[in-house]
């Protein structure tokens, strides 16, 4: 059963105004057993921090389909035969937005037993500031700092992953103007997000550099040396592909209604070829400034973005696959299928395209940055690194 096309396009404006990168809720993250007595040695482990492009937001997802009953031809993983469970994607989380996925990048990489994942959707950076230091509860948990504080005194920590900045500056604002100026016809977003995100890059971007510094200052706190651990740096992956990359034409309403990227084709192209390297390019030189590693990812959904010529919905004849499908969520209403804040996230797919990069990186020296791209019609083992430009 297929949705009513109208049913979805009526809604649309609805959703994309109340379109979050985040929602509310309560979660305490407790730090490893109290016994124990030699933080510093064992196994060492890799923590993720940040936000929801690494917290497994969307991880819900193996691809998309417009079909919304059943496993929605398999891509939601959420579902248990006779309705739907997102506890079991998400666990807790799933009951207060942060939702840390099962499939999150970090988990991924290295698997529970060696990572442990604090970051949360919705995240800025003072989310992750210590308390001490100007850090804000997020859903009831303590600053991201203070939480690696307690995880470091009782486990041996050798990475920090680090995804941040996003959310300072206002994708969720940017995202819902593109979005509403498609469905009016009211031109392009393009010129006055730009204009909105220039005046605000530079203040998001020592806030990054702020949050590199927390971590480095409880690390020291906790005894570690600064040659014991590495932090990476990584950026945003581009969720949209170019408008000639688009399977859907601009005009009509199958944007809206099938493909979920409802977008002008000269806000594709700002949005990938203009925003997302510019935030990454920034990000770089925040790494590079304070001496961390960087993981650049701007690249990575190539072939794979929402509405790619290179994939395509699941369908009851075409199941999902890393092969064929897309890699990262397309904008729902949050009505039938799962919540509105997945959209535009990297899924189930792209958060284990994330882990190979990661996985990769851990393999690399802590001294060099890297970019990370995948191979075209390979799923997520065709992912490798080139050296960052």
Known sequence: MHQDTGFRARRL??????????????????????????????????????????????GRWAGNSDTFTGSRNGTDRAYTGHGYDASQVYGATAQNGCDRSDSAEVLSAFGSGRAVNIACSGATTENVFRAADGGQSLKGEAPQADQLAAIAAHRRVGTVVL???????????????????????????????????????????????????????????????????????????????????????????????KGGCPASNDDLDWARDQLVPQVAQRLSDVAADRGVQ?????????????????????????????????????????????SKQESFHPNYYGQLALGRCLSLVAAEPADQSFSCQNTPGEGTDGVYLTPAS
């Open 13 to 58: 404006t609805a959703a994309a105004l109340a379109l979050p990168l985040a929602a509310t809720g309560l979660l305490t993250v407790t730090a490893g057993p109290a016994q124990a007595a030699a933080p510093h040695s064992g196994t060492a482990i890799t923590v993720s921090m940040g936000d929801s492009y690494i917290s497994g937001e969307a």
């Open 163 to 257: 995804s941040i900045g996003g959310n300072d500056l206002g994708f969720v604002h940017d995202i819902t103007q593109c979005v509403l100026d498609y469905e009016a016809s009211a031109g392009d977003c393009r010129d006055s997000q730009q204009d909105a995100v220039d005046s605000q890059i530079d203040g998001a971007m020592d806030n990054v550099g702020k949050s590199i510094d927390e971590i480095r200052a409880v690390m020291k706190a906790d005894g570690y040396a600064s040659s014991a651990y590495r932090i990476v740096l990584q950026s945003y992956p581009s969720p949209f592909p170019r408008s000639s990359e688009d399977r859907y034409s601009q005009k009509g309403w199958n944007r809206t209604t």
């Open 294 to 338: 960087f993981l650049d990812v701007q690249d990575l959904l190539q072939g794979h973005e929402v509405c790619s010529t290179s994939d395509q919905l699941a369908t009851s004849s075409q199941p999902p696959s890393a092969e064929t499908s897309e890699w990262a969520r397309f904008l729902t209403l949050g009505l039938t299928q799962g």
